[in-house]
């Protein structure tokens, strides 16, 4: 049996005997990854001196009586937007294919803290621009359970990563969806926290009022665990929640008698796979055998969200990415004659075509004339969005719908028709609009792809949303099947 098919408990167990080393945990994930890395091709850059370095540490750790953490000797895999000390950081483009941080990002300081050891930094769409993983400026993701199709995106090399065996979980950054889609492609749990409740600090900004950091792991106890160990206030980051963290853990009880779920007619109507749908539907029947109740609602303004999402994260895009200009770090083009050469020649070169093409949308959207018509308008539907999910919370506990509308499509297929690519988000982006918390869990299978479930919850009630995913996981089987590479 592998070790990572172990849960944290076991292995845990088997550390605490000696029965087995931090040092036998990173060499199954290197060898892993020697195994099936040239057929899934989720990483951009592996650390393994430092890795096997650290987990040497962790082994004498072993051999006292020291404090050991949840997390201890676990191979992760960190997105390549958020900074690593030493170890290069690219957002998988261009632009930043020499830079290497000096400093980590509060998820990775606390992950070292909690004593993982990072394998190495993950594949990811171009500045998290993208469902698919294709936008990569450097080579696509694949998708574990059939490499023809994408993994989804942007943290597709995080969800194909933890699919694939090479890393017992990953962290993944979610704007519009970028956690929960891929996720639910590749068939394993993503949860996107509410927006502030981990720290922004040190993931390299695509819209700051809509990116949060997340895990992406085998299990929803695993998610539990990572959450627990990445959550929490940080002076760093001025959006940062003050808030009491509870103990995710003790939520996982497996009780949802008497839960009130809700169900928008939006999310299981026109575009909604119809395979997919009925899988939606018999994970309601297994919540329904638990005592839980479903009723059909409404969220009149979900249609807006697609085109809302994209002008503000395009508007936000636009700005942030305004630091990127060739001179104080990344790229320089070396064909410059003058000034403005180089800020037209670098960003040219540097920047691949969505984020180019982002960039001038939320240029247009922000200019004298247009800020009123676009920017402003979407801010105000927005606003809706979320008065929407606050009605229906007032008389439910949870909202359940798909993921993603459909699964998986192929590599290619959609890659000449960017706004068919972004209707794949329109069941996340409402969610992430709102700022609440999400997850998505496995729920079967349509032509030997998994389907994703998307359980929603209210602000900062990552607990209640954990608690209904591991009742459902703890009814099924879903979240067992592997691959086969």
């Not at 957002?91 to 909690?114: M, Q």
């Not at 104080?328 to 984020?355: H, I, K, M, Q, T």
């Not at 000449?416 to 992430?432: C, K, R």
């Not at 996981?473 to 590479?485: A, C, I, S």
């Amino acid at each position: 049996m592998s070790l990572f098919e172990l849960n944290l408990q076991q292995i845990h167990a088997k550390l605490q005997s000696k029965e087995l080393k931090v040092s036998d945990l990173v060499d199954q994930s290197y060898t892993r990854i020697a195994q099936v890395e040239s057929k899934v091709r989720a990483f951009l850059t592996l650390d393994e001196e430092n890795a096997r370095q650290t987990a040497a540490k962790l082994d004498e750790q072993l051999l006292s009586n020291a404090a050991r953490s949840d997390l201890f000797g676990l191979p992760i895999g960190i997105k390549d937007n958020m900074v690593t000390e030493g170890l290069k950081t690219t957002c998988a483009s261009k632009f930043l294919s020499n830079h290497i941080p000096i400093y980590d990002a509060t998820v990775v300081s606390k992950l070292k803290e909690a004593q993982t050891v990072t394998i190495g930094k993950l594949n990811m769409d171009e500045f998290a621009m993208g469902g698919s993983n294709e936008n990569s400026a450097f080579h696509p993701t694949h998708n574990p359970w059939n490499t023809d199709y994408v993994p989804g995106g942007s943290s597709g090399g995080s969800a194909a990563a933890v699919a694939a065996g090479e890393v017992y979980f990953a962290l993944g950054s979610d704007t519009g969806g970028s956690i929960r889609q891929p996720a639910a492609y590749c068939g394993i749990v993503g949860l996107k926290p509410t927006y502030g409740l981990v720290s922004r600090y040190g993931l390299v900004a695509f819209a700051s009022s809509l990116d949060q950091i997340g895990p992406l792991t085998k299990n929803v106890e695993d998610a539990a665990y990572a959450m627990q160990a990445i959550a929490g206030y940080d002076p760093k980051d001025s959006t940062s929640a003050n808030v009491e963290i509870p103990n995710y853990l003790s939520a996982l009880t497996g009780d949802v008698k008497g839960l009130r779920i809700g169900v928008p007619k939006e999310y299981m109507g026109k575009g909604i796979d119809p395979a997919v749908k009925e899988k939606i539907l018999e994970a309601l029947k297994v919540l329904e055998g638990l005592g839980a109740v479903w009723e059909e609602v409404t969220l009149p303004h979900s249609e807006y969200a697609v085109a809302t999402y994209y002008l503000l994260a395009s508007s936000e895009a636009s700005s942030n990415l305004a630091r990127f200009d060739g001179i104080r770090y990344g790229v320089r083009s070396d064909n410059a004659r003058n000034l403005l050469d180089l800020y037209n020649l670098s960003r040219s070169e540097g920047f691949g075509p969505e984020v180019k093409r982002r960039i001038m949308l939320g240029t247009y959207a922000l200019s004298s004339g247009y800020y009123d018509a676009y920017y402003l308008k979407a801010q105000q539907v927005r606003t809706l969005i979320k008065q929407d999910f606050d009605q229906v919370f007032n008389n439910y506990d949870i909202i359940i719908g798909p993921t993603a509308p459909t699964t998986a499509f192929k590599i290619g297929e959609q890659s000449s028709d960017p706004l068919t690519m972004y209707l794949n988000d329109i069941m996340t982006i409402p969610v992430s609009l709102a700022g609440i918390p999400a997850i998505s869990v496995p729920c079967g299978f349509v032509n030997e792809l998994p389907v994703g479930l998307q359980i929603i919850g209210k602000a900062l009630d990552e607990a209640t949303v954990l608690r209904v995913a591991h009742a459902f996981e703890q009814h099924t089987d879903h979240h067992k099947q592997r691959p086969q590479l």
